[in-house]
């Protein structure tokens, strides 16, 4: 017997929230529904923040429901508040366009959207045209300024000042669940935990309007146990785009995730049978490092290629075995600017690849002796690394797990 998406969901620790536990049971059990989630288009490219959602609509799509994707073009033009200690920075209308252009390309590798599978919506569509008094006539008059008050995602930007347009996106993505449940028969809405307010006032505006029961229901973020949002490296966030972070960077970060998280990461982000992953020994060394391995490569081939999962795994074994081999690491090219009397200073080498942000923050590593150059500690800030050598290029260690080639 299949079992029930929704079982799959808990035993694995997805759910957060869910209005109605019984009924969304019977509900996914019984019949193969129409469901969302929306995303907003404020960047052009994914990122780790994304995956849960990605993740829960392939569930959900494999067990035979219909994921609608529905893309912001019309809330990001007002950004939402959740979460932020100040107001998003407003993006015209071209910019959401490419990101949500952006968005697809990236989506379509997780989600079928081959005939009819999964549909791809845009809510610009019914907002951006929307007479005003018409919506506070038809919507606004459902919703109790003080109950959205009492609400998590207000009352954080109440002492910093909310502004009176983000007052606004509770009742648009609201209004998002009311169309697509006369239009598209769409019975839940899925979403982080943090949108929990959001989802409850698009549940009620359906009962309100057209006496309809949908459901909503919220998934586990995906967080360190000390509860900071994973997906952020010193370099910033952790991309999908490969142009952002590349391969390899990607691979590493799931691989030098800390060791308490690695088993609530294979239950939440792959396949990986739930009894397998209960089996691993998290007393032996060589047994987390496997199972970092595995969930790494697993990623990276979901989110790019298997091809360039064996290339990460391969270059991180050589390069953690003492090889040499850095053909598929993060690179970066000198400016020949940088070169005087034959050489580039270690210290500029740094700032250009990014490792650090600063040459003092340079110098500081240097001499707290946290830097390496092709497998030799480097304890003198004034070091130089000669044309010569960077015309073959050179491999920078960062503490114990950062590399990077650089070259000329």
Known sequence: MEKNVFDLFQERGLVAQVTDEEAVRNLLGREKITFYTGFDATADSLHVGHFMQLIVMRHMQQAGHRPIILLGGGTTMVGDPTGKTDMRKMLSKEQIQHNVECFKKQMSKFIDVSDGKALFLNNADWLLNLNYIDFLREIGVHFSVNKMLTYECFKTRLERGLSFIEFNYMLMQSYDFLQLARKYNCKMEFGGNDQWSNIIGGVELNRRCDGRDVY??????????????????????????PEKTSPYEFFQYWRNIDDCEVQN?????????????????????????????????????????????????????????????????????????????????????????????????????????????????????????SVEQLSNGVVIKKGKKVYHKISL
């Open 265 to 385: 990461c294979l239950k939440l982000l792959t396949n990986v049978p739930v009894d397998e992953i209960e089996a691993i020994d998290m007393t032996d060394g060589r047994s987390i490092n496997n199972a970092k391995e595995r969930l790494a490569f697993e990623l990276t081939s979901l989110v790019h290629s298997k091809e360039d999962a064996q290339k990460a795994l391969d270059t991180a074994r050589s390069l953690f075995g003492g090889g040499a081999d850095a053909e598929h690491m993060p690179s970066t090219t000198l400016s020949p600017d940088l070169v005087s009397d034959g050489a580039v200073t270690l210290l500029d080498a740094m700032v250009a690849a990014k490792l650090t942000a600063s040459k003092g923050e340079a110098r500081r590593l240097i001499q707290q002796g946290g830097i390496s150059l092709d497998g030799q500690k480097i304890e003198d800030p004034m070091h130089t690394i």
């Open 216 to 241: 909503g229901m919220t998934f586990t973020l995906l967080t360190t146990r000390e509860g900071k949002k994973m997906g952020k490296t010193e370099k910033g966030a952790v991309w999908l785009d």
